[in-house]
C-alpha cells in the first residue's frame, strides 16, 4: 500500500489543554488510547500481583501464606482483571492510537463517547477492588461466576460485581460502536475495505464480536441480580429454573470474548512479521477470511466448555467437531505467518521477537485446544492444571505478548523515541523462560490429575509447582523491568524518524515521530 | 465567525468537510444500537428458548412438571424395563427423603405407582419442592405422570410424616437400548420464598455463618 499525503495543514494545529483537564475532558484519540494504555498497564500489574499471591501460595502444599477464602478472592479477581481490566482495554487502546491513523481519518467518529467509554472504566475496578474490604470479602466464585456459586452461595459484595460488569459492558459496546463507525464511515478515499490494514480488520471483527456478545454478559448478570434480590429463578433449581442455563448463557458471551482477547492480537503480528521480514504480508485476503471465519465459528462452539455437565451425545459430537473446525482458518493464519517469514530479511528487534514467540506459544496453547476439543479426553483433563497452562499459553505468549510487542513497535511513533533495544531484548528473553517455566510444567501436573481452582495440593504434584512459582516470580519480576523501559522511553531517547522501521507499510509511518496531536485532518490519498 | 470554531472538539474544525463522518455513520449508529438491545433481549430470551429446547428434545433429562392430558398412553405389549429411584437432599435441607423401593420392575406402556418417604424432622412448618431428573436423558420425553408429588409443593408440620406418590408410564417410543432408567428427584428447602419468613431466616442465616467462621478460625 502506498499513500501520497497531500499536504500538511499546519496553521490551524493546536496542542493538547494543559493540566490534569487535558485528561479529563480530552476527546482526542490519541490521549484516550494513551489513557486506556497505561490504565490497562495499572491492571495488569494489579492482577499480576494477585497471581503472585496465588503462585506463592501454591509454592508448597499446605496452606502456607493466605486463608482459603482469600486465596478464592485473588484468584477470581486475577482472572477478572486480567481479561476486562488488561488485556481488553489494552486493545481498546491501541484502536484508539492506530485506527484513526491507519485508515487516514481525522478522529475516532464518536469523540465524546470515546472520552465517556474510557473515564467510567476505572470507576468499574474501584468498585470491584472495594469489594475485598467489604464484609465478606470480594468475590470468589472464580472469573466464570458460576450460578449458583455467585447467587446463593455468593458473598454480599457481589451486588459490586455485578454493577461493576455492567459498567465494564457499557464501556466495551461503546468502544466498540465507536471502532464500527470509524471503521465503516471515516476511511480516507481509495482505502477499501480489503485495503484495509490487518489490524483495523481484526478490530472491525473484534467489534462486532463484542457488540454481539456483551449485552448477552449484561444479561446474564442481570438475571443473577434478579434472582438474588427480587425472587426470581432463573438460575436456581427449586424454583423451576436452572444452574446449566446460566453456563449455556454465560459461555454464549464467553467463547466469543475469547476471540475478542486474540484476534487483535492476529492483526499486530500480522503488521510486525511484514515488517521485520521486509516483505509483504502472505495471504492478506486469506487472512480476512480466516479471521471471519474464527469468529463466525465462536458462536457455536461454546458448550465445549461444558462437556461434563451431561450433555446429551449428539451436543457433544457437535461442539466437538464444531470447535476442531476452529483449528484450520488457525492453522491458514499460522501457515500464513511462517510463510511470510521464510526467504525474508529477517532482523531480530524486541517486537519481532515478541511476534515469533506468539506464534510459536500460541500455536502450541492452540494444540492443547484441540486436546481439551476432544470430548472424550476431556472428561479427563476438565477443570484440572490441563485447562489452566491451556488458556494461559494463549492469553499470556498469546494476547499479552502481542500487546509488548505493538508497544515496542509502536511506541517510537507514539513519543518520538526508540526504546533501549538491549533492555527491550532483555525483557524479551526474562518473560519468555518465565511465561514457559511457569505454564509448561501446569500441563504435565493437570494431566497428572491436579485440579485447578485450589489452594492446596497432594504432595506428588508439589516439585512442579514450586517450579511453575518460580517461573511466575521471573516474569513477574520482568514486567517491573517493562514499566521501567517504558517510563525511560517516554523520558526521552534516540529520536525516531517517521518511518521509524526500515520496511514499514502503512499511513502511520507517513506522520511524524511523535504522530502530531492532529493528523489526516485532511484525508490521505491511498492509491 | 463559523459556529464550528467554537466547537469543543477541536478536529470538527480541522476536518475539511466540517463533519467527521459521512452520510453512513447515522445509519451505522442506528443499527448498532438496534444490535445491542436486540442482543440484551435475545440473552433473556434464551431462558424460554432453552425450556422449549429441552422439552422437544428430552435433553438435560428435564421432566414436564405437569401431568399429561393424553389419555391413551397404555398399551397391549409392552417390554420390561428397570427404574431405580434416587432421592437428593439439597444442601441444607434437613428433611428425611427417601424411596419407599429402591427400584422396581415394570413394562412400558402401563401405569405403575411409586412412592417416596418424607418426614420434616425440624421443630418448625416447612415447605419443600422436589424436582426430577430422568438418566439417560433421552428417556426423558417418553416418561408422561399422571399424577406426582413435585407438581406441587410439600408443607409438613414439625415430625410430620408422609408417603408421596408418584404414578408414571413409560411409552412404547422408548428407544429399545435402554433397558433401565434413574429417576432421581432432588427435595429443596423452599420456606423461606414466603417472604414474612425471610426476614427470620435472614438472621438464622447470620448466626450461622458467624458460628461457620469460628469453625474455621
Redesign the interface.
Known amino acids: 500500500m502506498s499513500a501520497v499525503i497531500e499536504s500538511h ?1 499546519h496553521e ?3 496542542g493538547p489543554a494543559e493540566g490534569l483537564t487535558r485528561w479529563l ?1 480530552t ?2 484519540h490519541k490521549d484516550i488510547g494513551t489513557l486506556y494504555l497505561w490504565f490497562s498497564f495499572a491492571m495488569f500489574l494489579i492482577g499480576g500481583a494477585m497471581a503472585m499471591v496465588i503462585r506463592a501460595e501454591l509454592f508448597q502444599p499446605g496452606m502456607q501464606i493466605v ?1 482459603p ?1 482469600f486465596y478464592n478472592q485473588m484468584l477470581t479477581l486475577h482472572g477478572l482483571i486480567m481479561v476486562f481490566g488488561a488485556v481488553m482495554p489494552a486493545f481498546v487502546g491501541l484502536a484508539n492510537w492506530l485506527i484513526p491513523m491507519m485508515v487516514g ?3 475516532m ?4 463517547m470515546n472520552n465517556l467509554s474510557f473515564w467510567i472504566l476505572p470507576f468499574a475496578f474501584f468498585i470491584l477492588l472495594s469489594s475485598l474490604f467489604m464484609e465478606g470479602g470480594a468475590p470468589n466464585f472464580g472469573w466464570t461466576f458460576y450460578a449458583p456459586l455467585s447467587t446463593t452461595y455468593a458473598p454480599p459484595s457481589v451486588t459490586f460485581f455485578i454493577f461493576s460488569v455492567h459498567i465494564m459492558g457499557a464501556s466495551s ?1 461503546m468502544g ?2 465507536n471502532v ?2 470509524t471503521i ?3 476511511r480516507a478515499p481509495g482505502m477499501t475495505l480489503m485495503k484495509m490494514p490487518l489490524f483495523v480488520w481484526s478490530w472491525l471483527i473484534t467489534a462486532y464480536l463484542l ?6 454478559l ?3 448478570v442481570t ?1 443473577m441480580l434478579m434472582d438474588i434480590h427480587f ?1 426470581t429463578s ?1 438460575f436456581n ?4 429454573g ?1 444452574p ?2 446460566f453456563q ?2 454465560f459461555w ?1 458471551f464467553g467463547h466469543p470474548e475469547v476471540y475478542i482477547m486474540i484476534l487483535p492480537a492476529f492483526g499486530i503480528t500480522s503488521h510486525i512479521i511484514e515488517t521485520f521480514s521486509r516483505k509483504q504480508l502472505f495471504g492478506h485476503t486469506s487472512m480476512v477470511w480466516a479471521m471471519t471465519s474464527i469468529a463466525i465459528l465462536s458462536f457455536v462452539v461454546w458448550a465445549h466448555h461444558m462437556f461434563t455437565v ?3 451425545l449428539a ?1 457433544e459430537l457437535f461442539f466437538m467437531w464444531a470447535t476442531m473446525l476452529i483449528a484450520v482458518p488457525t492453522g491458514v493464519k499460522v501457515f500464513n505467518w511462517v510463510t511470510t517469514m521464510f526467504r525474508g530479511s529477517i532482523t531480530y528487534e524486541t517486537p519481532m521477537l515478541f511476534a515469533i514467540a506468539f506464534v510459536v506459544l500460541f500455536t502450541i496453547g492452540g494444540f492443547s485446544g484441540l486436546m481439551l476439543a476432544i470430548t472424550p479426553a476431556d472428561f479427563q483433563y476438565h477443570d484440572t492444571y490441563f485447562v489452566v497452562a491451556h488458556f494461559h499459553y494463549v492469553l499470556v505468549p498469546g494476547a499479552i505478548f502481542s500487546i509488548m510487542a505493538a508497544v515496542y513497535y509502536w511506541i517510537p511513533k507514539w513519543t518520538g523515541n526508540m526504546y533501549d533495544e538491549r533492555l527491550g531484548r532483555l525483557h524479551f528473553w526474562l518473560s519468555f523462560i518465565g511465561v514457559n517455566v511457569t505454564f509448561f510444567p501446569q500441563h504435565w501436573i493437570g494431566l497428572a490429575g491436579m485440579p485447578r481452582r485450589v489452594p492446596d495440593y497432594a504432595l506428588q504434584f508439589a516439585d512442579w509447582n514450586m517450579v511453575s512459582s518460580v517461573g511466575a516470580f521471573l516474569f513477574g519480576a520482568s514486567q517491573i523491568l517493562f514499566l521501567f523501559i517504558v517510563i525511560k522511553t517516554v523520558m526521552g531517547g534516540k529520536k525516531a524518524t517517521p518511518e521509524v522501521w526500515e520496511g514499514s507499510r502503512g499511513l502511520e509511518w507517513t506522520v511524524d515521530s511523535p504522530a502530531p496531536y ?1 493528523t489526516f ?3 490521505p490519498k491511498v492509491t | 465567525m463559523d459556529s464550528r470554531l467554537t466547537s469543543p472538539i477541536p478536529h470538527v474544525y480541522h476536518s475539511t468537510e466540517g463533519y467527521l463522518m459521512n452520510e453512513g455513520g447515522k445509519r451505522t449508529i442506528k443499527l448498532l444500537c438496534f444490535a445491542v438491545v436486540g442482543m440484551f433481549t435475545f440473552s433473556f430470551a434464551l431462558v424460554p428458548l432453552y425450556d422449549v429446547f429441552c422439552e422437544i428434545t428430552g435433553l438435560n433429562g428435564k421432566v414436564e412438571l405437569s401431568a399429561t392430558t393424553n389419555q391413551n398412553l397404555e398399551t397391549e405389549e409392552g417390554r420390561d424395563l428397570a427404574i431405580q429411584f434416587v432421592s437428593h437432599n439439597n444442601e441444607q435441607m434437613p428433611w428425611i427423603f427417601r424411596p419407599s423401593e429402591d427400584s422396581i420392575k415394570i413394562q412400558t406402556g402401563k401405569f405403575h405407582t411409586a412412592t417416596f418417604y418424607v418426614k420434616n424432622t425440624t421443630d418448625r412448618t416447612m415447605t419443600a419442592q422436589a424436582i426430577p431428573s430422568v438418566a439417560p436423558s433421552n428417556a426423558a420425553i417418553h416418561l408422561k405422570k399422571l399424577e406426582c408429588f413435585c407438581f406441587e409443593q410439600q408443607e409438613l408440620a414439625p415430625g410430620e410424616e408422609a408417603l408421596l406418590p408418584v404414578k408414571l408410564i413409560f411409552d412404547d417410543e422408548l428407544p429399545e437400548s435402554i433397558k433401565s432408567v434413574v429417576l432421581s428427584y432432588t427435595i429443596f428447602d423452599i420456606t423461606d420464598y414466603n417472604d414474612v419468613k425471610l426476614t427470620e431466616h435472614d438472621n438464622e442465616h447470620d448466626h450461622h455463618d458467624g458460628h461457620d467462621m469460628e469453625s474455621t478460625l
Request: no cysteine; hydrophobic share 50%; glycine share 10%.
Open positions: 495543514d490551524h494545529h493546536h475532558f476527546t482526542n486463608e477464602e481519518a481525522p478522529d467518529a464518536l469523540p465524546r459496546i466498540s460502536i464500527v463507525v465503516m464511515n471515516m457488540i454481539a456478545v456483551m449485552p448477552v449484561a444479561g446474564a438475571m425472587g432463573f433449581a427449586a424454583g423451576g436452572d446449566v442455563l449455556h448463557i454464549f451431561g450433555l446429551p451436543a492532529h485532518t485532511t484525508p
